[in-house]
């Protein structure tokens, strides 16, 4: 059982920048893939980005390339989501996720292949 806890959320002005933790907890193997999904009311969620525990790898769905930055520490579990240069299209709940094993390259992007879901957090971005 993997436990993820998600943090960072909060309310910011467009052009403004937050920084998403999420800390995974319980047994992991060494190699892991961590993302970052976001949904909207009345939308499916939605790919944003993905790290992998041992291949330097970081797909990006192409709404945040440039402004966001996905980044990890394996000693600590934890991957983080920079979030930089924000619009108000970002606007939702951003949900940390994770799957235990090897990297699958384009799949990385499908939440279906994820195990174990965050609770999610609130970024909002006013114009």
């Known amino acids: 059982q993997v436990q993820l806890v998600e943090s960072g959320g909060g309310l910011v002005q467009a052009g403004g920048s937050l920084r998403l933790s999420c800390a995974a907890s319980g047994r992991t193997s060494s190699s892991y893939a961590l993302a970052w999904f976001r949904q909207t009311p009345g939308k499916e969620r939605e790919f944003v980005a993905a790290?992998?525990?041992?291949?330097?790898?970081?797909p990006y769905a192409d709404s945040v390339k440039g402004r966001f930055t996905i980044s990890r520490d394996n000693a600590q579990k934890t991957v983080y989501l920079q979030m930089n240069n924000l619009k108000p299209e970002d606007t939702a709940v951003y949900y940390c996720a994770f799957r235990s094993g090897f990297w699958m390259g384009i799949r990385q992007k499908e939440e279906g292949i994820y195990t174990y879901w965050g609770q999610g957090t609130q970024v909002t971005v006013s114009s």
């Open positions: 790290i992998s525990s041992i291949v330097d790898f970081k």
